[in-house]
């Protein structure tokens, strides 16, 4: 059985993981026939209140965050090495723009994580999958935008990828319910909620964007 390694930000769309994507992900993979391995870093984010969409001036923990959505079987990403893993998904969220990375606040000058960003820099080294959703691939464009130039896409909005492409990405325009795919680096995509008016349209570009993952495993 394939191991598909998931990265969450925490747990909730607007200061971590987007739920339905993190589900939808996991049912993706098992699916098609794969084991998801959850991870996450053991770093802070700062809470944000779900039914105001306001900040609390709390912090909490990504790692017991993301514990909630993987049912507590999750590991510290700074203890998963590629060798462990046959592909590797971001389902999305604002987490993964604020938390693994600082595409949020800082756009194309953002940088990504210190595990998160060996991780990602692994994987595709070593010619293994990665699948990004939602605003994920901003942080795919930052660890790997100057270095391969990858096709990737969030669906439609100009500003963001405009961002995207100044990090040496090439940014594809893409309906919700596809997924594009860069064959010649292993990266798949999917806009989602980026783009998604329902949870079946989600659902449908995740699915083509998981499979299209694990079709593409060695």
Not at 59 to 87: N, P, Q, T, W, Y
């Amino acid at each position: 059985m394939k191991k598909i390694g998931v990265v969450l930000s925490g747990c909730g769309v607007r200061d971590g993981s987007e739920i339905h994507e993190a589900v939808l992900t996991l049912l993706a993979i098992t699916n098609n026939g794969g084991k998801a391995v959850f991870m996450a870093p053991d770093i802070e984010l700062a809470e944000v209140n779900h039914q105001t969409m306001q900040e609390t001036g709390s912090r909490r923990s990504v790692l017991v965050e993301a514990a909630r959505i993987a049912r507590g079987d999750i590991s510290d990403i700074k203890a998963v090495h590629a060798d462990d893993l046959d592909a590797l998904v971001f389902p999305g969220g604002f987490g993964a723009a604020k938390n693994l990375c600082t595409f949020a606040t800082e756009g194309a000058g953002g940088t990504v994580q210190p595990d998160v960003l060996r991780l990602v820099r692994d994987m595709a080294g070593a010619k293994k999958p990665i699948c990004a959703i939602c605003i994920a691939p901003a942080l795919i464009a930052l660890a790997l935008g100057k270095e391969l130039s990858p096709q990737l896409t969030i669906g439609n909005d100009a500003g963001t990828a405009k961002a995207i492409e100044a990090t040496g990405s090439r940014h594809v325009e893409c309906a919700a319910t596809d997924c594009v795919i860069d064959r010649e680096h292993s990266i798949v995509s999917t806009p989602a909620y980026m783009l998604a008016q329902n949870i079946s349209e989600a659902a449908a570009g995740i699915e083509k964007a998981v499979k299209a993952t694990m079709e593409l495993i060695r």
